[in-house]
């Protein structure tokens, strides 16, 4: 699970569960330890569908505390 926690892409779907649609590009099948750079980007398209759904930026945590 954390495998796949750590990719963003879980996020990205379960935002898209809420309400379909709401991300359309989503970077998947790839590694996070590969390819951090996509998994950040799915992390930033995560937190904007957040702030379209209308959750507060102030509930927001830092990206840099996701993984110790």
Known sequence: LWLQ???GEVLCD???KIKP???ENVNSSFSAHSQP??????F???LE???E???ATSS?????GLKS
């Open 53 to 55: 759904l209308g959750v």
């Open 60 to 64: 927001f945590s830092s990206s840099s």
């Open 14 to 16: 379960l935002v898209n």
């Open 5 to 7: 926690l750590e990719t």
């Open 37 to 42: 750079a996509h998994a950040m980007e799915n």
């Open 49 to 51: 569908a957040l702030q």
């Open 44 to 46: 930033y398209i995560y």
């Open 21 to 23: 649609g709401t991300i």
